[in-house]
């Protein structure tokens, strides 16, 4: 029975300190994380010009080509972006083009144009048949009657 309060003493005494152990490393590695933390907001300040007063003018020179580095990165990503929606969108013209001759010939096939003229769309989409109407045109004074009419009327 002695055997084995010593056996337990010593394996508490291992474990106490195993956890000391672990609770020192934790605590350095917090430390030296509040240090970088620290160290990331401080660059990420002067980035944003913010706190520039105590920098040297070799650091400033080292933010600005940081700062060069960086614009040449958003613009090489913003250009390849606007090159694919440019591919995408030339694509959608191809289709679309493929498509209006396929119902264009679709239409011509079905003889559906023999009194239509198309012309360019309306509000509601469709075909107008032309219809030729003569309008007069005519420039006089204003007749006071008519201008009576009109005023009652409103």
């Not at 605590?27 to 240090?35: P, R, S």
């Not at 990331?40 to 706190?51: A, D």
């Not at 003889?111 to 048949?129: M, N, Q």
């Amino acid at each position: 029975m002695l055997e084995r309060y010593q056996k337990y003493s010593q394996e508490c005494g291992i474990n106490k300190t195993i956890k000391e152990q672990d609770n020192q490393y934790m605590k350095l590695e917090i430390t030296n994380m509040e240090e970088k933390i620290k160290i990331l907001e401080s660059s990420q300040r002067k980035m944003l010009g913010e706190g520039l007063e105590s920098c040297s003018v070799k650091e400033m020179n080292q933010l600005e080509s940081q700062a060069v580095q960086g614009l040449r990165h958003i613009r090489a990503r913003k250009t390849k972006l606007l090159v694919d929606e440019i591919e995408l969108l030339k694509r959608k013209k191809q289709n679309l083009f493929e498509e209006n001759a396929f119902l264009h010939k679709k239409c011509v096939d079905s003889t559906c144009l023999d009194d239509w003229v198309f012309t360019t769309p309306t509000i509601g989409l469709e075909s107008k048949k032309h219809n030729d109407v003569e309008t007069q045109l005519v420039i006089s004074p204003p007749n006071v009657c008519d201008h009576l009419f009109v005023n009652n009327f409103l």
